[in-house]
């Protein structure tokens, strides 16, 4: 071993050139520094990704001026930590050995030295000023355990809604809007993913629950029963312009039993997107996971992958390759809804990341299964908002939330009452009925509705610093 390396052997093993918080909670450190060693042990460039990945911890832990209460980002800091303690990590005490031991190494111990004393004093430094009641860390933070799955979508301007001559007209205007910098989950939720809140809480959804005599007082005793709407392919030729054509209400359905109960159940489609979960069902899984669900201009924003141009059929959806037709998502081949020929290699819901993710590494950002966002829906709202000169700042809609929900009202459905905007169409979409795969169309639904086409993602608030 070379001098130098001695040298940083006895520093790093040097315990009173840590911090207050290392030498009390060393452990906590190590494991720390494991999460990110254990992904440089699987690439050549040990030294560079080492680098990248700390750069990414220090911008996790940065402060920021946005606070919650003191105790509660305490506590936050400290399941972290302890998420960490259960992470099997023996992989790091070898590592760390083996480069201070082989002379062969690429690695400077020094470097991983530096990198304690800096992990340290950042968590440290926190978590002293957290206890002291001094400045906490923000509300919006944002560890890589928390942010797993997800992709950085780093906000921006841009022409939301649609003037194409065949949009819709809750699609117009085209308004410019623009979003803060946030995390959003790179694919749709799973089953297996419910799967573990439903485990951990509880959950029952909306399909589950017997309806009562209280909510449907004109029913029929022997139609109370628990269930979703499941969509029925018709014998053939039929109007669209009656949906009741294809629809029913199917008892036993849910997101336990995507295809009923004579189907697979969920525990054989674990990587199949989670369906007939309603709003309320969607909304409850993203608190209990610490997000959210997308606002309507941060999905679009995120569905155009940064680009800017509109489409108005599916033939960005697919190329020509050696004459055969490739898909890029999962929609509706055929004569929509009594022939779907599955040229895409499915004829229902796909698993999720089966097809190519768009700009952003977002996968069936078009198609698979509708998503709920968490805006109320009224037909006029960008015509209206596009006149308001309140929220807006320099001609530009910041960060719009949606309709108040006693605002929210749906044309097509009258009575229905309020209803939640769902966005980026399923595998029942076609350009022959909805075309809802483009990243401008908007879905109403009740916030009570349970289909086998809907499912979510989540997003998470970037801290404030690391999204400048």
């Given at each position: 071993m070379t001098k130098d390396a001695?040298?940083?052997?006895?520093?790093?093993?040097?315990?009173?050139?840590?911090?207050?918080?290392?030498?009390?909670?060393?452990?906590?450190i190590e494991h720390l520094i494991d999460t990110l060693v254990l992904k440089i042990a699987e690439r050549d460039e040990r030294l560079a990704m080492?680098?990248?990945?700390?750069?990414?911890?220090?911008?996790?832990?940065?402060?920021?001026?946005?606070?919650?209460?003191?105790?509660?980002?305490?506590?936050?800091?400290?399941?972290e930590l302890n998420?960490?303690?259960?992470?099997?990590?023996?992989?790091?005490?070898?590592?760390?050995?083996?480069?201070?031991?082989?002379?062969?190494?690429?690695?400077?111990?020094?470097?991983?030295?530096?990198?304690?004393?800096?992990?340290?004093?950042?968590i440290g430094d926190n978590i002293l000023k957290i206890e002291a009641n001094q400045s906490p860390l923000p509300h919006s933070y944002s560890s890589s355990l928390v942010t797993a799955g997800m992709v950085w979508i780093p906000g921006g301007t841009f022409?939301?809604?649609?003037?194409?001559?065949?949009?819709?007209?809750?699609?117009?205007?085209?308004?410019?809007?623009?979003v803060d910098a946030f995390w959003m989950d790179e694919a749709e939720v799973t089953n297996r993913q419910f799967a573990e809140f439903v485990k951990a809480t509880g959950f029952v959804t909306l399909a589950e629950k017997i309806p009562t005599k209280e909510e449907f007082p004109d029913a029929p005793p022997e139609n109370l029963v628990a269930g979703s709407i499941r969509f029925l392919v018709p014998d053939g030729v039929v109007s669209l312009n009656n949906?009741?054509?294809?629809?029913?209400?199917?008892?036993?359905?849910?997101w336990r039993y995507p295809q009923g109960p004579e189907g697979l159940g969920y525990e054989k489609l674990l990587d199949f997107p989670v369906?007939?979960?309603?709003?309320?069902?969607?909304?409850?899984?993203?608190?209990?996971?610490?997000?959210?669900?997308?606002?309507?201009?941060?999905?679009?924003?995120a569905a155009r992958g940064g680009k800017l141009e509109e489409w108005e059929s599916s033939d960005v959806l697919h190329t020509e390759e050696s004459g055969k037709t490739k898909w890029k998502?999962?929609?509706?081949?055929?004569?929509?809804?009594?022939?779907?020929?599955?040229?895409?290699?499915?004829?229902w819901a796909a698993p999720v990341k089966q097809f190519p993710p768009n700009a952003f590494g977002l996968y069936d950002?078009?198609?698979?299964?509708?998503?709920?966002?968490?805006?109320?829906?009224?037909?006029?709202?960008?015509?209206?908002?596009?006149q308001s000169v309140v929220t807006m700042k320099e001609g530009v809609r910041v960060n719009p939330q949606g309709v108040p929900k006693d605002a929210s009202w749906d044309a097509r459905t009258p009575g229905s009452g309020p209803t939640k905007v769902s966005r980026g169409g399923s595998y029942l979409c076609s350009d022959l009925y909805c075309r809802g795969y483009r990243p401008s169309q908007r879905s109403p639904t009740t916030a009570d509705t349970a289909l086998p086409h809907s499912g979510f993602r989540c997003v998470k608030d970037a801290p404030a610093k690391a999204a400048n």
């Open positions: 001695s040298s940083a052997k006895e520093e790093i093993f040097d315990e009173t050139k840590l911090s207050r918080f290392a030498q009390a909670h060393v452990a906590d080492l680098r990248t990945d700390f750069r990414e911890v220090r911008r996790d832990y940065n402060l920021d001026s946005n606070y919650l209460e003191s105790n509660k980002n305490l506590t936050f800091l400290r399941e998420a960490l303690r259960r992470l099997r990590v023996d992989a790091y005490l070898k590592w760390r050995k083996s480069i201070l031991l082989k002379k062969s190494t690429t690695i400077d111990p020094r470097d991983v030295f530096k990198i304690e004393l800096d992990v340290a004093s950042i022409a939301m809604g649609s003037d194409w001559t065949t949009a819709k007209p809750d699609e117009q205007p085209a308004h410019l809007v623009k949906h009741f054509q294809w629809w029913a209400y199917a008892p036993g359905w849910s369906v007939h979960v309603s709003w309320d069902d969607a909304a409850a899984y993203a608190k209990w996971a610490g997000k959210r669900l997308p606002t309507e201009a941060e999905w679009e924003f998502a999962n929609i509706w081949q055929g004569r929509f809804p009594y022939v779907n020929d599955a040229s895409d290699g499915y004829e950002m078009a198609g698979n299964v509708w998503e709920w966002c968490e805006d109320w829906y009224a037909p006029d709202y960008y015509s209206k908002q596009s």
